[in-house]
Nanobody, 124 residues
Framework: QVQLVESGGGLVQAGGSLSLSCAASGRTVSLHVLGWFRQAPGKEREFVAAILRGSGTTYYADSVKDRFTISRDNAKNTVNLQLNNLRPEDTAVYYC?????????????????WGQGTQVTVSS
């Protein structure tokens, strides 16, 4: 019913920037929250950022709030994550996800749809 596709991942040097995009298709009008999570090898999936589709209210993990920016373009059905001042510890697979209704935006268990993920690798 809803499809999410990420793009924009790749290799970047420490201190560099990268822009990730997530395109949503299907019944996108039913979505309430768009979020980004990441997962590094051997680690649990962790919250990165989220945005409310209607109001544009944003939420960030403390580790990224001064470096990453989440935004959405409802007309284009896309959500973007701008990653600045990247560090090697940011290396992970980044996933786009969405919630139909409400819930804690920081908990992956509350998300109804997930993209396939895009790899971000930051070199020293």
């Amino acid at each position: 019913q809803v499809q999410l596709v990420e793009s924009g991942g790749g290799l970047v040097q420490a201190g560099g920037s990268l822009s990730l995009s997530c395109a949503a298709s299907g019944r996108t009008v039913s979505l309430h929250v768009l979020g980004w999570f990441r997962q590094a090898p051997g680690k649990e999936r962790e919250f990165v950022a989220a945005i409310l589709r209607g109001s544009g209210t944003t939420y960030y993990a403390d580790s990224v709030k001064d470096r990453f920016t989440i935004s959405r373009d409802n007309a284009k059905n896309t959500v973007n994550l701008q990653l600045n001042n990247l560090r090697p510890e940011d290396t992970a697979v980044y996933y786009c996800a969405s919630i139909r209704g409400g819930g804690n935006v920081r908990s992956p268990a509350n998300y109804d749809y997930w993209g396939q993920g895009t790899q971000v690798t930051v070199s020293s």
